[in-house]
Every structure is written in C-alpha cells, then in structure tokens.
Nanobody, 126 residues
C-alpha cells in the first residue's frame, strides 16, 4: 500500500523560504514520477512542480525560477525547496505519485496521479 506523507509547511513572510518533504512508502519509489500540487482556498488544485523517475524536473510557470523539486531515492523522499515566496503561493501543498513506472511524460494533470498525501499548509504573509 502506497503512502505519502508531507511535512515542512508553515507560515513565512513574503520573500522567505520553506522546504517541503514528502516521505513515500509501500512502493518502488525510484520507478515513478512524482509531483507537487497546490490548492488555494476557493480554487482548483493546480500543478506546481514535477520530477520524472530519471530525475528530470519540470515546473509550472508560476513557480519557475523560485521553486526546486528534487528526490532522494535512498530515503524514498521528495522535496520542494521554495524561495522568494509570495502571498499568492499560499495554499495546501500535496505530493502525488504517478501509477505508471518509468513514465517519461511530463504530466501535470491531477487525474493522472494515482496516489496522494494528506497535504501541508503553506501561508505567506505580505
């Protein structure tokens, strides 16, 4: 059974930084694409950053240049380093795992991810 557990959320002032972690268990972590999505109050869940099984990264335009996604297969953990945070980055952040191994497609649609964490709140004040 696949489980994803996020941590590292919190409150920060604009311009600050946070690092989110997503600990995965119950599967072959290194074979699958992973991603971070976020959902602000009253808005739909949106893609933020993804990382393929081979380590290739891809980002939404809104976070490109400020966020960095990474993964450590030895620790079965994915990270999201968030710098230069803005109030509009305020949201619940979710990690997700694709269900197809060795997928080289940079998917950004939430429906294409089979497993989800419970989310961690990030609040950025101005």
């Amino acid at each position: 059974q696949v489980q994803l557990v996020e941590s590292g959320g919190g409150s920060v002032q604009a311009g600050g930084s946070l690092r989110l972690s997503c600990a995965a268990s119950g599967g072959s972590f290194s074979r699958y694409n992973m991603a971070w999505f976020r959902q602000a109050p009253g808005k739909e869940r949106e893609f933020a950053a993804g990382i393929l099984w081979n380590g290739r990264e891809y980002y939404a335009d809104a976070v490109k240049g400020r966020f960095t996604i990474s993964r450590d297969s030895a620790k079965n953990t994915m990270y999201l380093q968030m710098n230069s945070l803005k109030p509009e980055d305020t949201a619940v952040y979710y990690c997700a795992r694709n269900g197809r191994p060795y997928n080289s497609v940079q998917i950004t649609t939430s429906g294409d991810f089979a497993f989800w964490g419970q989310g961690t709140q990030v609040t950025v004040s101005s």
